[in-house]
């Protein structure tokens, strides 16, 4: 549980950090856009590697696939609404995008953490840091710049973090002993949400911010996730 405790509070740490980043600190277009292709790309390979083959090894390629697809179709409805609703441009759709995929996401990271050691966790819990931390500073600086103060963007990141900590929490106490094609399910709706996050959200910011470097800097984060996977033997 100490565990659990140490790596919900790195990983929702990091949005507080890169919501206050973005906010109070100096954040160029292109870094910006940089990072978060950096991001996105060690987030993609960590799905496939840390949520999908995994499911599919233990419970089957139909409950795999399931998730995935349901997790896709939920996250891009509900942020179809989410953009009618706030808009493209206020920072709203990027904080809508990060809380619904984070909550499976979470949930995922908490019933991976059951009876694992800090080696077998280290690759999507660090993929998920590096992912949260330039979303978030990206998110929380075009809300401050928008309609919302700088304080009450910044809290609206911190309320996220305390309900995707949560989430991780629930996942963690609630999960253990569940059968392994619930977990399955429950793995690959968030890997789902995440890739679509990834198209709608990440990769098309980073294209816009820094559209020469976005494809090298995807590539550095698959490469990333790559060493960050084989310390747990991935």
């Keep these: ?14 949005l507080v950090l890169g919501a ?3 906010i109070y600190g100096k954040l160029g277009k292109r870094t910006e856009g940089f990072i978060v292709a950096l991001a996105g790309g ?19 390629i139909f409950h795999a696939m399931a998730g995935v697809g349901a997790g896709a179709v939920v996250f891009a ?37 059951i009876g694992a050691g800090p080696k077998e966790v280290a690759a999507l819990a660090g993929s998920i840091l590096l992912s949260n931390l330039p ?7 075009s809300m401050a710049g928008g309609r919302h103060s700088k304080t009450k963007a910044l809290w609206l990141w911190v309320a996220t973090a305390a309900l995707l900590s949560a989430a991780a929490i629930a ?17 690959c709706f968030a890997a789902g949400a ?7 959200e990440v990769f098309p910011q980073a294209f816009k911010e820094d559209r020469h470097w976005a494809g090298v800097a995807t590539a550095l984060g698959v490469i990333l996730a790559f060493v960050l996977g084989s310390l747990s033997g991935g």
């Design 1 to 14: 549980m100490i565990m659990t405790l140490i790596v919900v509070a790195v990983v929702s740490g990091a």
């Design 42 to 60: 060690a987030l993609l390979l960590s799905v496939v590697s840390e949520l999908i083959e995994p499911s599919i090894d233990k419970s089957s």
């Design 194 to 200: 995440v890739v679509a996050s990834l198209a709608t």
């Design 20 to 22: 206050a980043w973005g």
């Design 135 to 141: 979303e978030a500073a990206g998110g929380a600086k």
């Design 77 to 113: 409805v509900l942020d179809y609404l989410v953009d009618e609703k706030w808009g493209s441009n206020s920072g709203g759709g990027l904080l809508a995008a990060i809380t619904l995929d984070g909550i499976p996401e979470n949930l995922a990271l908490g019933v991976a953490l």
């Design 171 to 187: 996942g963690n106490l609630l999960l253990e002993g569940a059968p392994e094609e619930v977990l399955a399910v429950i793995r």
